[in-house]
């Protein structure tokens, strides 16, 4: 895919979005927030939508160029109605991100129920079935993506729990009992992501380290503005933030950006390094999906720029 151009370090497709509630084959209040990954057909998402009754899950989508998507009439994962994962579940499924690791395709997913939140994880060889795999964070934890690597033989997992506002990193011998939790990133005073953080899409090994695309929160009067961040974190031992941006990677401008069912908000599930481009597919304003690309040597850059100051 060809770069495109804009304002940011990240650039907008011009036809964005890529996909809203038209582009999808049934009635749905929205759609936001899509894992993606290559696939021998293309590309694949998987996309969050929101049913009418307010319940979400998770579909599919596949493009051949990465940009002109077709959404599935059926879901790829709805809320599980037995098992340990029910209860957990009621409320929906959704923030997919994707990760392959050992020639398996694991899906970290956000369930929500009466209880709270939880992170789900499930596995699947071609995207045609799916299995769970059960919750692998403490309650109220939200933004879980996988490693595409292991780290002294253990899995690695990234988390933002809830009411904290910072990233934490958690790992695991067999991908179910998950501990040794460790504080990665913190918001930071003065900042443009000074209130909260979370992460964004799974971590992508680069020859710094491991790429890290997150989001910042920072409270104005109008209410919260919610911009993507990169941080570049050590490559044996990802706890350590080798360098990270101080100014934001891409911030919501554009009307699809900063209207919607949360207004002034950019977010990311799923990017894709292409050569020397990275392809972000990110969600706005919690109400479509977009693209944005960006060399990959500006990101890095707009990281290494400020590795003193973090």
Known sequence: MDLVVGRDV???????????IED????????????????PQGYLLLL??????????IYR????????FTVDPEPFLTPAESGPCRDYENAGVRDARITLLDDTYYVTYLAESDFGWRVGLARTDDFQTVERLGMVTQPDTKGGALFPAKFGGRYALLERPDPGMSIWISYSDDLEFWGASTVVMTPRGGYWDSDRIGTGAPPIR???GWLLLYYGEKLTSAGPLTRLGAAILDADNPSEVVA??????????EPYERIGDVPNMVFSCGAVLIEDVLHI??????????????????????????????
Do not use: K
């Not at 990240?10 to 809203?20: A, D, G, I, T, Y």
């Not at 919690?286 to 040597?297: E, F, N, P, Q, V």
């Open 48 to 57: 969050t939508v929101e049913s009418l009754r307010g319940q979400t899950m």
């Open 206 to 208: 680069i020859p710094e």
């Open 10 to 20: 990240v650039r907008r497709w011009p036809e964005n979005p890529l996909l809203s």
């Open 24 to 39: 999808v084959p049934f009635r749905c209040s929205d759609v936001w927030n899509a894992g993606v990954v290559p696939f």
């Open 244 to 253: 990270r941006s101080n100014i934001p990677i891409l911030a919501p401008r």
């Open 281 to 310: 597919y990110y969600g706005a304003s919690d109400s479509c999906i977009c693209l944005g690309t960006a060399r990959l040597r500006d990101v890095v850059g707009a990281c290494l720029a400020s590795r003193m100051e973090f």
């Open 61 to 68: 989508a596949v493009s051949q160029d990465g940009r002109h």
